[in-house]
């Protein structure tokens, strides 16, 4: 977490817990003619024999006005820039330890911010979290990586397990178990 990134989480996380919700991470994207403020919530762990609630729009634009308000006030970032306000969706950013720790037994993408093992990027199944490493199941053995150097992480949607994958159906449009090929169809004219 960069230090302007650090700052912002600390000025705004008692606003947008005031609100019912807690900031889960803040991502600062600074670009040429404007910087990009998103900031991702959620609502916090359940308690014991409530139901389970949701990131509702209303959320969103609430934690929007409020902490639209204290960012013009405070000031921390100079020039012009974006805010937006998202709950975590299914691919789930991940910022913290905690995070992990939640989250073990699931696929993870993540983004190293320096090179280890010679790989910048992985994607594999988050196994523990410990001593301030991440180990991840990978290419059939463990990767092991310092929370330090994780720039980026996502969950990955087990989209099969949710139901919402694209089913293949035989028929139109498939090659029915044939291998892709290269070469046009019959009948239909070619360059050659």
């Known amino acids: 977490m960069s230090e302007?990134?650090?700052?912002?989480?600390?000025?705004?996380?008692?606003?947008?817990?005031?609100?019912?919700?807690?900031?889960?991470?803040?991502?600062?994207?600074?670009?040429?003619?404007?910087?990009?403020l998103r900031l991702y919530i959620d609502v916090p762990a359940e308690a014991a024999g409530q139901p389970a609630r949701t990131v509702t729009i209303?959320?969103?634009?609430?934690?929007?006005?409020?902490v639209s308000a204290q960012l013009d006030v405070a000031d921390p970032i100079s020039g012009n820039y974006t805010l937006e306000v998202s709950s975590p969706g299914l691919d789930r950013p991940l910022f913290s330890g905690e995070h992990f720790l939640r989250f073990i037994g699931q696929q993870a993408k993540v983004g190293l911010k320096l090179p280890q093992d010679g790989r910048r990027r992985l994607q594999g199944t988050i196994?523990?979290?410990a001593d301030g490493q991440v180990v991840f199941a990978?290419?059939?053995?463990?990767?092991?990586?310092?929370?330090?150097?994780?720039?980026?992480a996502r969950l990955v949607p087990d989209w099969e397990a949710l139901g919402l994958a694209p089913g293949k159906k035989p028929g139109k449009g498939m090659n029915s178990g044939k291998q892709p090929s290269n070469k046009p169809a019959a009948g239909k004219p070619h360059a050659e």
């Open 58 to 66: 209303e959320d969103c634009e609430a934690v929007s006005r409020e």
């Open 127 to 129: 196994l523990r979290v």
């Open 4 to 36: 302007k990134t650090s700052e912002i989480v600390q000025l705004l996380a008692p606003t947008v817990e005031s609100l019912g919700v807690e900031l889960l991470g803040v991502e600062y994207l600074p670009a040429p003619g404007g910087a990009t």
């Open 138 to 152: 990978l290419d059939g053995g463990e990767f092991t990586a310092a929370l330090d150097n994780i720039d980026k």
